[in-house]
């Protein structure tokens, strides 16, 4: 399996995660805009939002090259907009210090931040997937993008704004485990279990 990076990747990228004891990230490709690779989508009180990291790149850039800006507060912004968002949700407090570490550390590049909050999700869900650097060009295997319409279908889970909005699908998974703290995991095994399928 191969993916491209994620930042705060949505559930179905885990989803797939849940499935592979390794699965490839896409180093090699070149960096492409407005995807989830710097940007991520959470459940405001005014509805769903996406968050995003200004990058710096200059023409066709390797995704492993592409610089984080720093030059706006987006660190804060982001900071307060998930509060915002999470602070009434069960699991908020539990979660938010370890987070929030992965944004003040403000990593040079996005392939490390990304790669960081993966990881540091992963861990935080109860899976443990060996996450390797493609060495040459080969493409996703999925397409996850904001702007495509998935054929994914998480269950339906607790979410503070339901009432309003009803349940809004595939948002970052920080909302799955705000909302559903230690049984994140259960949301994203497929029927029968987790499925481990080796070095794919």
Known sequence: MVLPIAYFP???YFALLVKYSSVYLEACEHYVKQTYRNRCRILTAGGPMDLRVPVVHEGRSLITEIRVDYSTPWVRQTKYAIESAYYSSPFFEYYRDGIFALLDARPETLWELDLGITRHLCARIGIAPELLPTREYTGADVD????HQSSYEPRP???VFSSKYGFTGNLSVLDLLFNEGPESLSWLLPPGGICKTGKD
């Open 157 to 159: 889970y607790y979410q």
């Open 144 to 147: 996850i993008h904001p702007k």
């Open 10 to 12: 949505p559930v179905e």
